[in-house]
């Protein structure tokens, strides 16, 4: 799966941008402030329905424009010479509008499951460094890419962390009330938490090979943490801690405070890992999620790479852009300097399937347009 042709017109300062993507590495380069960033962010936003820098979209579009439309063309294996096409319009008024295949789409996640993708930019350090909510969306990425109905049991655990954090608010609590909702929290949180626990454990042997692979700084462990104490009854934890959280007006502990704990040689990984390493270790997790994504449902997902080069040395690169080639996905990868991206990508690209390698296309970004090379 790859996208075949990608369009972004009013978005920051691409006011009208055409671009026929290669199915394995496109490599953009230019200067500061020229666009690298916003061709990742209008590929983001056709898979996402969000951008990855604001929660403000009205600021995405380009000062000059009442609108900004993404368009993408899906080549699927399923849809083999038929691509399925995708839209997302957003107007400065608010209205949003996307489309799969012609019809319009009420939900983003939808996008998200059609055309599935992997950041990795200067926020994905958060991943280890940030609070544990970073953690379980990664955790929650997977869960809901690989188990159908995960996203419905979320939304349902969603409503009733709700309504159960209302109900302790009141002044006066109705007891019978709040026990109903404990049971149906209970009951999601012991599902949500089953299939998050499953994710990782198969996820872990995937990534204790890519992070042998990409050069480990020490012996890594990751260990969930459910959001409570797992060693008690949530039902008895809920019960113990009701007066707290009556006074908190909030449940204290359940699935959304979930956690991985990482180490590294026995202490919190990031207090003890390098700028570099931690770069190295995040594109582990990020890449061993893709593998694993393809390894159960047979599917890709796209890789949206802003700025590989930072942080990483040549090795590195070049182990990163090798691990990508042998999984055989679409990577829309930027950088400032032309050099240092197209070293990463010496060894062309081997797509999904086998065949012929692919060769890297190069794209030159320069305030808001782009130019395609060829590879030298
Ligand atoms: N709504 C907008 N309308 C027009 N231009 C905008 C808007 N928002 C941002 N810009 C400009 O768009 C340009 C593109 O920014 P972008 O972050 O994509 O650059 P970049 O190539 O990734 O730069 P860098 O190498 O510094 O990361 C910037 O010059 C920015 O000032
Ligand atoms: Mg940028």
New binding site residues.
């Given amino acids: 799966m790859y996208l075949k042709q990608l369009n972004v017109h009013g978005l920051?300062?691409l006011e009208d941008v055409q671009l026929s993507l290669s199915p394995g590495a496109n490599l953009f380069w230019?200067?500061?402030?020229?666009?690298?960033?916003?061709i990742l962010e209008a590929a983001y936003l056709l898979s996402r329905g969000r951008s990855f820098r604001t929660r403000h979209l009205r600021?995405?579009?380009?000062?000059g424009k009442k609108d900004c439309t993404c368009f993408g063309l899906l080549s699927t294996d399923e849809r083999q010479g038929y691509p399925i096409p995708m839209g997302v319009n957003r107007d400065v008024g608010g209205k949003f509008t996307f489309k799969v295949d012609g019809e319009p789409i009420r939900t983003a996640s939808q996008l998200a499951e059609t055309l599935p993708t992997q950041l990795l930019n200067n926020d994905s350090f958060q991943l280890l460094e940030g609070a544990p909510a970073q953690r379980r969306s990664f955790l929650d990425w997977g869960v809901f890419h690989v188990e159908h109905g995960y996203r419905s049991l979320w939304v349902r655990f969603q409503k009733c962390l709700k309504h159960r954090n209302s109900l302790l608010r009141h002044g006066r609590i109705d007891s019978a009330q709040l026990a109903a909702w404990d049971r149906e929290f209970v009951s999601l949180a012991r599902s949500i938490t089953r299939q998050r626990e499953e994710y990782l454990e198969q996820l872990l042997p995937t990534l204790q090979r890519t992070i042998d692979r990409l050069g480990s700084p020490g012996q890594m462990e990751f260990n969930f943490h459910a959001g409570w104490d797992t060693e008690k009854s949530l039902e008895q934890i809920l019960a113990d801690s009701r007066e707290r959280d009556r006074l908190l007006g909030r449940t204290q502990w359940g699935p959304h405070r979930a956690d991985i704990r990482v180490r590294c040689d026995g202490r919190i990984a990031s207090e003890v890992m390098s700028r570099g390493q931690t770069k190295i270790l995040i594109t582990a997790l990020k890449l061993a999620q893709g593998f694993h994504f393809h390894k159960v449902t047979g599917r890709h997902c796209i890789y949206l790479l802003d700025?590989l080069p930072a942080e990483l040395d040549a090795n590195h690169r070049s182990r990163v852009g090798r691990m990508l080639g042998e999984l055989g996905v679409q990577v829309l990868v930027?950088g400032?300097d032309r050099a240092s991206l197209e070293q990463s990508w010496l060894d062309p690209l081997s797509p999904a399937g086998g065949g012929a390698p692919h060769r890297p296309t190069v794209f030159h970004?320069e305030q808001?347009t782009v130019s395609q090379h060829s590879m030298v």
């Fill in positions: 920051r300062n230019g200067a500061n402030g020229s666009g690298k960033t916003s600021s995405v579009i380009n000062h700025d930027t400032v970004v808001g």
